[in-house]
T-cell receptor, first 112, second 115 residues
Framework: ELKVEQNPLFLSMQEGKNYTIYCNYS?????LYWYRQDPGKSLESLFV???NGAVKQEGRLMASLDTKARLSTLHITAAVHDLSATYFC????????????WGAGTKLIIKP | GAVVSQHPSRVICKSGTSVKIECRSL??????MFWYRQFPKQSLMLMAT?????????EQGVEKDKFLINHASLTLSTLTVTSAHPEDSSFYIC???????????FGPGTRLLVL
C-alpha cells in the first residue's frame, strides 16, 4: 500500500532563511508532485518529478527526487512572505489511472 | 496552462436537498477526472475517479448512492450530493489530467455548507 509522509507538518520561519520540506513514500511510484494551496483556495501545481535524480527549480523553490530512497524534497531559498502557504506532495499510485496518494501537507508561515 | 473550472464556487443548502457541482476542463479533453473533498486544515481525500463514458470508481467508504458522479462528456463531470446533511459540508475539489502532460490540474473548489 502506497503511503506518503510529509514533514514537518508545520513550519514557521523568518524571511531570508533556507529550509527543506521532506516527502517520503512507502512503495514504488513513478511520479511525484508538489502543489501549493493558499487558504480557502484550490491547488496550484508546482512541480512534477518523473525520474531518479530529477531536479526542478522555479524561483526560490527547488524540488528533487531520489527514487531509491523514496524521498522528494522541496527546498526554499531565502524565503519571502509570499511563499507562505500549505504545500502538499503526492505520489502517483502505480497501475492506476493517475490516482494520487497525498501527503498531509506542510503549513509554511514566513515571518517578516 | 490547462484550466479547470468548477461551479458553483460556494453553495448553501438545507438538509435533505440535493446539490450538483460541475467540473469542466475548459481547453482540453479529460477522459478522467477526480473528485476530492477536503476538511479544514487537512489533506485531500479522494472520493472517486470519474471516467468518461463509464461508471465512476469510488474509494472505499464513499457511498455511491449519496455521491452521484456523471462524466457526460470529455470536458464535463458532475458530482451530485443527494439528501445532503450537515456532515457533508466540506470543500469539494475536482481535478483533471491533460494528456500527455503529467500534471493534474485542479478546479477552484466548491465550498458546500449544509444547514
Amino acid at each position: 500500500e502506497l503511503k506518503v509522509e510529509q514533514n514537518p507538518l508545520f513550519l514557521s520561519m523568518q524571511e531570508g532563511k533556507n529550509y527543506t520540506i521532506y516527502c517520503n513514500y512507502s512503495t514504488t511510484s513513478d511520479r511525484l508532485y508538489w502543489y501549493r494551496q493558499d487558504p480557502g483556495k484550490s491547488l496550484e501545481s508546482l512541480f512534477v518529478l518523473l525520474s531518479n535524480g530529477a531536479v526542478k527549480q522555479e524561483g526560490r523553490l527547488m524540488a528533487s527526487l531520489d527514487t531509491k530512497a523514496r524521498l522528494s524534497t522541496l527546498h526554499i531559498t531565502a524565503a519571502v512572505h509570499d511563499l507562505s502557504a500549505t504545500y502538499f506532495c503526492a505520489a502517483r499510485l502505480m497501475d492506476s489511472n493517475y490516482q494520487l496518494i497525498w501527503g498531509a501537507g506542510t503549513k509554511l508561515i514566513i515571518k517578516p | 496552462g490547462a484550466v479547470v473550472s468548477q461551479h458553483p464556487s460556494r453553495v448553501i443548502c438545507k438538509s435533505g436537498t440535493s446539490v450538483k457541482i460541475e467540473c469542466r476542463s475548459l481547453d482540453f479533453q479529460a477522459t478522467t477526472m477526480f473528485w476530492y473533498r477536503q476538511f479544514p486544515k487537512q489533506s485531500l481525500m479522494l472520493m472517486a475517479t470519474s471516467n468518461e463514458g463509464s461508471k465512476a470508481t469510488y474509494e472505499q467508504g464513499v457511498e455511491k448512492d449519496k455521491f452521484l458522479i456523471n462524466h457526460a462528456s470529455l470536458t464535463l463531470s458532475t458530482l451530485t450530493v443527494t439528501s445532503a446533511h450537515p456532515e457533508d459540508s466540506s470543500f469539494y475539489i475536482c481535478s483533471a489530467r491533460n494528456p500527455p502532460r503529467e500534471t493534474q490540474y485542479f478546479g477552484p473548489g466548491t465550498r458546500l455548507l449544509v444547514l
